[in-house]
C-alpha cells in the first residue's frame, strides 16, 4: 500500500521549535521531489517548502526562510522539516507530498493548479503566543 504518514506536530510555545516527518512506505522517495504544505481554516493550502530528488534543491516560502529547513534521507525513506522560532502565524495542519514529475518549483508554488501524486494525512501545529 502507498502511502506517506506525517508525525511530529503538536503544541508549541512561540519561539520553539518542531520537527516534522514523514514516512514513506509502498514506494521509494529516491526520485521524487517532496514537499511540505501547511492549511489553516478557510485559507488555500499553500506550500511551504519543497525538495528535489535529483540535487537535493530546496525551496521555501518566504514566510519560513532562515527558520525552516527541509531534508532527506533516501536511506530511510523519510523527508523531515526543521520548524524553528515558530510564530503563531506558523499553526496548521501540515502536509507531506510527493510526486516524481514535478520541480520543487513547480510543486510548491504552483499548487494547487498542478496535481500532486501522493499525499499524507497531515499533522496538526499549534503555536501558542
Known amino acids: 500500500q502507498v502511502q506517506l504518514v506525517e508525525s511530529g506536530g503538536g503544541l508549541v510555545q512561540s519561539g520553539g521549535s518542531l520537527r516534522l516527518s514523514c514516512a514513506a512506505s509502498?514506494?521509494?522517495?529516491?526520485?521524487?521531489?517532496v514537499g511540505w504544505f501547511r492549511q489553516v481554516p478557510g485559507k488555500e493550502r499553500e506550500g511551504v517548502s519543497c525538495?528535489?530528488?535529483?540535487?537535493?534543491?530546496?525551496v521555501y516560502a518566504d514566510s519560513v526562510k532562515g527558520r525552516f529547513t527541509i531534508s532527506r534521507d533516501n536511506a530511510r525513506n523519510m523527508v523531515y522539516l526543521q520548524m524553528n522560532s515558530l510564530k503563531p502565524e506558523d499553526a496548521g495542519v501540515y502536509y507531506c507530498?510527493?510526486?516524481?514529475?514535478?520541480?520543487?518549483?513547480?510543486?510548491?508554488?504552483?499548487?494547487?493548479?498542478?496535481?500532486?501524486?501522493?499525499w499524507g494525512q497531515g499533522t496538526p501545529v499549534t503555536v501558542s503566543s
Open positions: 509502498g514506494f521509494t522517495l529516491d526520485y521524487d521531489t
Open positions: 507530498a510527493a510526486d516524481r514529475l514535478l520541480t520543487n518549483q513547480a510543486m510548491c508554488f504552483w499548487s494547487p493548479r498542478v496535481s500532486i501524486e501522493y
Open positions: 525538495i528535489s530528488s535529483s540535487d537535493g534543491g530546496t
